[in-house]
C-alpha cells in the first residue's frame, strides 16, 4: 500500500528522522493557515498524490508570502497532475502537503528496500539525489551503493558510516546519515515497509541532514498486524475496481491491456501475464480469485472484468487443488454470463480437480467458450481472439 509523503514523514519523525516543518490542507485557505503556522521566509507547496515526478510537472511550487501559498494551492488543488508515473491520465489533486523551505548545499539518495536477490533487507544511496536518479541508476550502476543488512547482526552503525561516506558524507554528516538509516530501518522493520525511499536526502545551508522527500510503501499482506496503518488508505488513490474487488477479497489490480485475466493463486497470475506478455499479448488486469473464493466471489470477479470497456477477450487459467476446484470456478463464471451475457470471447484453461466436471458446467450451460490444452494454448488462442475483436 501506497501512502501520502506527509503520512510516510509523520512515521519517520517519529523514528527521530529529521523533516522540515510542515502540515496537509485542502483549501487554499487552509493552505495559507499552515503557512502562517509553521512559519518561515519561504514555503514548499506539494501535491499529495501516489506519483513520483511532481517537481517536473509543476506539482511542487516554491513561494516567499502566504499569498503565494493561497494562490499555487488555488491553481493545484481540485485540477489534476500528469507526471511520468500517473500516465497521461494523470491523477487528481485533493491534498497539498505545505513545508518550510530548506537552504539545500547538497542532495544525496537513500532507499531501504528488500533485495529479492539477497533476501534481505538493504540499503541503496548514491551521491546525487533527485529526480533523475532513476536515470543515473541506468546510465551509471557504479554510482549506486548498496549496503545489506544480515538480519542476525541487525543494523551495524560501523558499516552505515561506512557506507554514508560512499555517499560523500563524512564527520559529523556521517553520523547524522547512520542515525537517519538506524532509524529508517527501524521504521522499515517495524511498519512492514517494502520501500522507504528518502530522495532527496539533503545537506541544508546549517550543516544538518534533513529528508526533504519520502516514499513509503506498505506490505499489503502484513497490514492485518498494523490495523492503524490501514487507516491511512487513500481510496482516492485507488482505482474504483480494485476497491470493490478488496471488499469482496479478491486480489485484483488493473492494467492498460485488452485482455482480461482471471485464475487462482498470485503465483499462477504473474505466470499468466508475464506468458501473455511473452506471447505478445496484453493483459487488461491481475485477478486472482484466490484458493479459498465461493462461487458468488468468483461471479463477482467475472463481472468486473467484463465492466472493462477495454477488454476484448478473456483467459480463464484454472488449477483445481484440494480447495478450490475448478468447477466451482466455471460454475461461477456461468453465473455471471447468465446474469450480463458474454459480449467478448472467453477462453478458458483448467486443469486438476474436477476439470471435466468445469468443462460441462459451461457447456451445459450454453456459454460460448473456447477451451485450451495447456497454458501456452490457452495464450495464442486468447490474444489471437483478442485481435480478432
Not at 523533516?19 to 503556522?37: L, Q
Not at 542532495?107 to 533527485?130: M, P, Q, T
Request: charged share 25%; net charge negative; glycine share 10%.
Amino acid at each position: 500500500m501506497n501512502i501520502h509523503e506527509y503520512q510516510a514523514k509523520k512515521i519517520l519523525a517519529g523514528y527521530g528522522i529529521p523533516i522540515p516543518a510542515g502540515e496537509v490542507a485542502e483549501t487554499p485557505a487552509d493552505a495559507a493557515s499552515v503557512a502562517r503556522k509553521i512559519d518561515g521566509r519561504a514555503w514548499a507547496v506539494k501535491v499529495q498524490v501516489h506519483a513520483g515526478g511532481r517537481g517536473k510537472a509543476r506539482g511542487v511550487r516554491l513561494v516567499k508570502t502566504t499569498e503565494e501559498v493561497t494562490a499555487a494551492a488555488r491553481d493545484l488543488l481540485g485540477n489534476r497532475i500528469v507526471t511520468d508515473q500517473t500516465g497521461p491520465e494523470g491523477k487528481a489533486v485533493h491534498q497539498v502537503y505545505i513545508e518550510q523551505a530548506v537552504g539545500i548545499v547538497q542532495e544525496v539518495y537513500l532507499a531501504a528496500l528488500v533485495d529479492r536477490s539477497a533476501g534481505r533487507v538493504a540499503f541503496i544511496g548514491a551521491k546525487e539525489g533527485g529526480e533523475d536518479i532513476e536515470e543515473t541508476a541506468i546510465a551509471h550502476p557504479d554510482r549506486i551503493a548498496r549496503l545489506v543488512i544480515d538480519p542476525d547482526v541487525g543494523f551495524d552503525r560501523s558499516a552505515a558510516m561506512a557506507f554514508a561516506a560512499k555517499l560523500g558524507l563524512d564527520g559529523d554528516l556521517a553520523a547524522s546519515a547512520a542515525d537517519v538509516m538506524k532509524g529508517t530501518y527501524d521504521a522499515f522493520i517495524e511498519n512492514d515497509a517494502s520501500l522507504i525511499e528518502i530522495n532527496p536526502l539533503v545537506v541544508t545551508n546549517q550543516g544538518t541532514l534533513v529528508a526533504l522527500d519520502v516514499k513509503m510503501v506498505l506490505d499489503d499482506n502484513a497490514l492485518y498486524r498494523h490495523r492503524e496503518l490501514d487507516s491511512l488508505r487513500d481510496v482516492n488513490e485507488v482505482d474504483p475496481s480494485e476497491v470493490e474487488a478488496k471488499r469482496f477479497e479478491l486480489n485484483y489490480v488493473k492494467l492498460g491491456g485488452d485482455i482480461g485475466v482471471m485464475v487462482n493463486g498470485a503465483g499462477l497470475a504473474l505466470a499468466t501475464v508475464d506468458l501473455l506478455k511473452e506471447r505478445g499479448g496484453d493483459p487488461a488486469d491481475f485477478m486472482d480469485i484466490r484458493p479459498v473464493a465461493t462461487r458468488d466471489q468468483i461471479a463477482t470477479g467475472f463481472k468486473m472484468l467484463l465492466s472493462n470497456p477495454k477488454i476484448r477477450a478473456i483467459l480463464v487459467n484454472i488449477y483445481g487443488g484440494g480447495i478450490l476446484r475448478c468447477d466451482t470456478v466455471t460454475e461461477g463464471v456461468a453465473a455471471s454470463c447468465k446474469e450480463l451475457g458474454l459480449r467478448v470471447p472467453l477462453i478458458v484453461r483448467t486443469a486438476g480437480t474436477n476439470k471435466e466436471l468445469a468443462e460441462k458446467a459451461l457447456t451445459a450451460r450454453g456459454v460460448p467458450v473456447v477451451f485450451a490444452r495447456d497454458m501456452m494454448d490457452a495464450a495464442d488462442k486468447v490474444i489471437a481472439a483478442a485481435k480478432r475483436a
